[in-house]
Every structure is written in C-alpha cells, then in structure tokens.
C-alpha cells in the first residue's frame, strides 16, 4: 500500500535555528510529492513540492526540502526559525488516479524565543 | 480571490440527524475533494469527482454522499450522523495536472453528541 510517514509528532527549535521537518514515502512510480502548513482553524496552504529535475526545492516563506531518491525521503528545511514558522506541517504524495493525495500525520512545528 | 468556500464554519448535530456540508470554488478547477481530519491521522479522504459528473470513493466513504452539483459546487452528505463522524471536513478543489497542488478551504468543524 503507498503510504506517507511522518515520524516525529512535534518538533520544538529556537528562534534563529535551523529547522527539520521528516518525511518518507512509499509510493509507485515516480513520487510526486508536496509541503503543506496548516495554521489554527485555517485550511491547508501549499508550501513547495517535488515533481522532477533538482533534488532540493525551494518554496514559499523561505522553505526548501531535499528529495532522497534512495532513502525515500522528502525532509522540509529552512535555515533560521522564526516564532511565525509555528504551525502543523503535512507531507503529502500523489497516489492514483484523480490526482489523489495520501497524508501523513502531520508534524507540529514550535519554534520558541 | 474566494478560492474555496466551506459553509457552514461550525455545526453541532446529535446522533442520528442529517446535514449537507457546502463546498464551493471560484478557480475554474476539474477536480474536487473532501476529507476529514481527526488527531494524529492526519487528512483522509472521503470522497472525489475528478470532473463534473463523476464521483468516486476515497478512503473513508462509508456514511457518506456527495453530490457534485455543478464545476463549482460539492456536497457531501451526512444522512445519519454518527459520533464517529465528529471531525473537522476539508473541501479542497485542483485542476487536472498531477502537478499542480490542491487548494483547501478553511474547513467546517462538525461535532455529534
């Protein structure tokens, strides 16, 4: 079954530090892959993804994520941490037909001063 | 810019009522779709219609209808609303290219007593 995994419930950074946010896939195919943040009682904004060509993708807010082909991973990056940066964070990859998308659990990002 | 629009924002039912959950979008999309999202589970999704005209299930359809009313419009349906059901709903809405990510509104948060 094509699945997407996000390992750590929470991930707590200062203000100022580099940030990581795991996630690997299992999927068929070439992975079509994507970032999205979800601030409190808001919906899903789109933050990069993956389709083709360069391994590290550059996205919005100062977000990038590196594409590892062979550990089948798609970590979300960003260099310094701002308090702002606090959210919950879904890896998601294409999965069949309809341009389906499969969630991970989400990943609870608090960056604190 | 709309985008999405969810109706309504917040609803509480007790066990057994029906409701219809209103989903609209204003980007000339194909695709659309509703999800729910519970703790620690991240986004499922209940239902699709690729294009107006078509449904389909996804992975947690039972107990629910939709109906896509029209290229802007999709219900989904609670006929008998069941504790379980409690949830935030997402409708999200995408054009026909796999790599194009999907659009979400702000969500309809649905408890049942």
């Known amino acids: 079954a094509q699945s997407v995994a996000q390992p750590e419930d929470q991930v707590n950074v200062a203000e100022g530090n580099p940030l990581t946010v795991k996630c690997t896939y299992s999927v068929s195919g070439n992975p079509y892959l994507f970032w999205y943040v979800q601030y409190p009682n808001r919906g899903l904004q789109f933050l990069l993804k993956?389709?083709?060509?360069?391994?590290l993708v550059k996205g919005s807010y100062g977000f990038e994520a590196e594409f590892n082909k062979s550990q089948t991973s798609f970590h979300l990056k960003k260099p310094s941490a701002l308090v702002s940066d606090s959210a919950l964070y879904f890896c998601a990859a294409l999965t069949g037909g309809g341009n389906k998308l499969t969630f991970g659990t989400g990943t609870q990002l608090k960056v604190e001063l | 810019n709309a985008g999405v629009t969810q109706t309504p924002k917040f609803q509480v039912l007790k066990t057994g009522q029906s409701m219809t959950l209103q989903c609209a979008q204003d980007m000339n999309h194909n695709s659309m779709y509703w999800y729910r999202q519970d703790p620690g589970m991240g986004l499922r999704l209940i239902y699709y219609?690729?294009?107006?005209?078509?449904?389909d299930k996804g992975e947690v359809p039972n107990g629910y209808n939709v109906s896509r009313l029209n290229k802007r419009e999709f219900s989904l349906r609670l006929e008998s609303a069941a504790p379980s059901q409690t949830s935030v709903y997402f409708c999200?809405?995408?054009?026909?290219?796999?790599?194009?990510?999907?659009?979400f509104g702000d969500g309809t948060r649905l408890s049942i007593l």
């Open positions: 999200a809405s995408g054009t026909e290219y796999s790599n194009q990510p999907q659009h």
């Open positions: 993956y389709i083709t060509g360069d391994n």
């Open positions: 219609s690729a294009s107006e005209g078509t449904t």
